[in-house]
């Protein structure tokens, strides 16, 4: 109560030794979803920087998903760097009603809402400050028409700044999965992304190592390409699962080159997706 009497807004509450005892505790500020979205359960893919595979991640979860008849949506709150849209070659604009928008859908059914299938053109920049942008990802819950799905995949941008934090404030997330790579897995860096999540009383579902190694197609030697994996003893130390560990694979990477991630086959992560 002091923080408030003082005038400190609810986004200062991470890392506010007063967040518990406060009343603008996170858990007061959820938003509420749309009337016509029901959603089951909310996961956010993290990553404690860019580029590591979480948009790769985030969509196979989503096919293989989709493969066992689940309704399947992804929020894309990478506003400045969107990349779903074109990973699944999605390139219109997103429909709305009077009661919201409609997310579009993949041809395997995925629901996915990104900045850019709101822009005019696609290729329009986003230069929006910290704030607005946070609005947005805010609107993709509370205007966007999910109807029913299972699961809502929302992948984020890299960090730990303004975006996870109104996700992991304003949205109901059941949990986080923290995407890494070898020379990412700087155990400060995951560390981060695994106390922010501590800190909003979010449960990390465990860590996806990406670009583990490249397997030579000729003598099928895995080679270490980042450098030595160090993501077990992590994982052990944080008493958190590895839910797999993906080589550099070109099958992977031509699909999504292709614009065609609804037809994601990604083995590495078969045994994961049965524990979210
Ligand atoms: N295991 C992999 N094998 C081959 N290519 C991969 C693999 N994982 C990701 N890629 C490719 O690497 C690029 C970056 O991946 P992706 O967009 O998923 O990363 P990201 O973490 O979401 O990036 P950003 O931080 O920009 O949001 C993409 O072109 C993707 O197809």
Known sequence: MEEQQQGCSPSDCAGCAHADSCGSKPEDMKEPANPFSHINKVIAVVSGKGGVGKSMVTASFARMMREQGLAVGILDADITGPSIPKMYGLHESAKGSEGGIFPCEAKDGTRIMSVNLLLEHESDPVIWRGPVIAGVVKQFWTDVMWGELDYLFVDMPPGTGDVPLTVFQSLPVDGVVIVTSPQDLVQMIVE?????????????????????????????????????????????????????????????????????????????????????
Do not use: Q, T
């Not at 270490?224 to 993501?231: A, K």
């Not at 080159?257 to 994601?264: D, I, N, S, T």
């Open 192 to 276: 981060k992304a695994y106390n922010m999540a501590e800190k909003m009383n979010i449960p990390v579902l465990g860590i996806v190592e990406n670009y583990s190694y490249l397997e030579c197609p000729d003598c099928g030697k895995k080679i270490s390409v980042f450098g030595e994996s160090h993501i077990d003893e992590i994982a052990a130390r944080l008493n958190i699962p590895v839910l797999g560990k993906m080589p550099i694979d070109p099958k992977l990477a031509g699909v999504v080159e292709e614009e065609k991630a609804y037809e994601l086959d990604n083995p590495y992560l078969r045994d994961a997706v049965n524990k979210l």
